[in-house]
């Protein structure tokens, strides 16, 4: 046990977390040249295109260090994207220590602190290392004092590394053999195995990632999950190289996978602990917080025979993405499908993508909303987080909405716009720092509703992609929300409705409206669009009919005969406007979520 290390790599977005992996695995040997590509831990197609890491991964690395001594250094690579922290968080269990990435130019930043924390939350050695050092606009001495002041952490423990030309990974690798300490276990106790990730494999059933904290496991004893009492055969254990690996037994301290012939996906629960049957643990490791879901969403296939198949997708994500929670949900414009909950809007887009490409579904997605909690008059109190469940406005006493507590850094020139961008989604106690010269820390109270439309997309705009934004949940505040509702032809249409602040129901239902206009094709007889607030309409739009011209044959002769024929037209139109239905198309729903540029 003394000659393994298990470690994560944690930092802000762009760190370098994932070249940092790439470098340690080729010293290591673990692939040649030839094989070798970037971001090789990052196996799914949406990370490779992004640029980003969504899923953390771990590989064992082989290292033989300075005195000859062999080391197995157990490594995760974690996502750096706030919307991701859960995925941080459960990495970070299965650690004993922790390389905190920071850019040699950038410096330390909002994410770094927040992973900092995350650290030292689960009692982590942390070796601080400054990546980055080759860039022109390097100034390591500068960031090793920030790092001694900001995140007091020791500076004569900081590694100096460019990840990617790959200078000063011998030194880190020594670096990490000399600080950072074994695992702690009992190879003779009752087995304790901490289920920190799962994956679905078609052909092997769930493929489970532990860290074995007490005692050992192999091929063909029988395992029990403790939360749910479930018992399986041991097929495989093994350790993660770049590709799986079977090994002879897993071991205390060490971090592999299991392979136990687990069809179903709601058996594997990440934070579950795994035992012997014959031999079982008295208790179960502490397992991981619920997550908090922020951004709900209901998903619905656009052709209705896919609503299986979008269950067992589901199903299936939600064993790779513990963050991800669904209920049943339908709406009559849409049909049936899922009610999602995420932890921001980055999570909401992966989950879509995945979904579409790995499994094939066309989705719809109807707008974002947040959780609001409704006080009523008769003193109980319910959560919302769809515009179907709002309560009758007579019933409602108080309606409270979630604030967040944002911190956007960036260059001191942009200072004025990102402030009016603040007030324009009803920002508050805004305050500034200075972290370092020509940069500004801006700190600022935001209800989540706003942040969710387009306030990322909006920030990168007018900072010309230097604004790093970062937030974490404050409380709830008193707030006047209404509920708009759109009308096609004069029926409510359930999967447009939202929640929204009266003072922008305007804004959005205006936008709505003129966006629905573009999208829906026009018919024979004139559409009325139009945005309410309970009976009282406050924008509207007409999509003109298609007119034929029915004239055409009548050459000279009494006006009479022309007029009769409009006449009877107009009748015609009349009597197809109150039985006409309008069928509007799926883009004309996703073009509604697209906001305002």
Known sequence: MDNIRNFSIIAHID?????????????????????????????????????ITIKSQTICLPYTASDGREYFLNLVDTPGHVDFSYEVSRALSSCEGALLLIDAAQGVEAQTLANLYLAMENDLEIIPVINKIDLPSAEPERIALQ???????????????????????????????????PPKGDNKAPLQALIFDATYDPFRGTIISVRIINGTVKSGE??????????????????????????????????????????TVEDTR????????????????PGFRPVQQVVFSSVYPISTDDYEDLAAALEKLKLNDAALTFEKDSSVALGFGFRCG???LLHLEVIQERLEREFDISLILTVPSVQYIFHLADGNTSYVDNPAHFPDPGHIQRIDEPFIKATILMP?????????????????????????????????????????YDFYDRLKSITQGYGSFDYSLLDYRKSDLVKLDILVNGEFVDALSQLVHRNNARARGLHACEML??????????????????????????????RKDVTAKCYGGDISRKRKLLEKQKAGKKRMKTVGNVEIPQTAFLAVLKSEQ
């Open 15 to 51: 760190h370098g977390k994932s070249t940092l992996a790439d470098r340690m695995i080729q010293f290591c040997k673990l692939v040649t040249d030839r094989e070798f590509k970037d971001q090789l831990l990052d196996n799914m197609a949406i990370e490779r295109e992004r640029g």
């Open 222 to 263: 029988v395992i029990r999950f403790m939360a749910n009492g479930r018992e399986y055969r041991v097929e495989e254990v093994g350790l993660f190289k770049l590709h799986r690996e079977a090994e002879k037994q897993l071991s205390a301290g060490q971090v592999g996978y299991i392979l136990a012939g687990i069809k």
């Open 412 to 452: 001191e020139r942009y200072m004025g716009a990102v402030m009016s961008l603040c007030i324009d989604r009803r920002g508050e106690n805004t305050t500034f720092h200075y972290p370092t010269p020509g940069r500004i820390e801006l700190q600022c109270e935001l209800p989540l509703a706003e942040v969710i």
């Open 147 to 181: 790092i001694e002041e900001d995140l007091g952490l020791d500076s004569s423990h900081i590694q100096y590394c460019s990840a990617k030309l790959g200078t000063g990974i011998p030194e880190l690798f020594e670096a990490i053999v000399a600080m950072l300490p």
């Open 270 to 285: 990440p934070g579950d602990t795994i035992t012997h049957r014959d031999r079982p643990a008295a208790t179960a490791l």
């Open 342 to 344: 995420f932890l921001g």
């Open 517 to 546: 206009k573009e999208e829906i094709p026009r018919q024979m007889f004139k559409i009325a669009i139009q945005a309410a607030i309970g009976g009282t309409v406050i924008a509207r739009t007409t999509i003109s009919a298609l």
